[in-house]
């Protein structure tokens, strides 16, 4: 069983930064899609960025040139950067992850969230205008 643990969530105005953490409970990331999916209250979650096993990633067009996701290998962890917050970005933000899908980038959009099977607890991002 994966386990998955989300951090770096806060309140931040908008044209601000943060970066999102998630650890996982073991090596995975040369197996397994890996994404961030955020939630905002009232609507679907979506699929926001994707990598692959090798580290190729992939964006919703709302986010891209605005969010970067990378891995570590050596401290299993996943990062989404976020520069240039807008209101609009406000949400719940999960990690998630999936090993038997082939094109990772299955999950951007709201119908990603039912190709990734493992799941964090969530972070909350809130930027406010």
């Known amino acids: 069983q994966v386990h998955l643990v989300e951090s770096g969530g806060g309140s931040v105005q908008a044209g601000g930064s943060l970066r999102l953490s998630c650890v996982a409970s073991?090596?995975?990331?040369?197996?397994?899609?890996m994404g961030w999916f955020r939630q905002a209250p009232g609507k679907e979650r979506e699929g926001v960025a994707m990598i692959d096993r090798h580290g190729y990633p992939t964006y919703l067009d709302s986010v891209k040139g605005r969010f970067t996701v990378s891995k570590d290998n050596a401290r299993n962890t996943l990062y989404l950067e976020m520069n240039r917050l807008k209101p609009e970005d406000t949400g719940l933000y999960y990690c998630?992850?999936?090993?038997?899908?082939?094109?990772?980038?299955?999950?951007?959009?709201?119908?990603?969230?039912?190709?990734?099977?493992?799941w964090g607890q969530g972070t909350q991002v809130t930027v406010s205008s």
């Open positions: 998630a992850a999936e090993r038997t899908i082939t094109q990772c980038s299955r999950g951007l959009g709201v119908r990603g969230q039912y190709e990734y099977y493992y």
């Open positions: 073991e090596y995975i990331f040369g197996s397994y899609c």
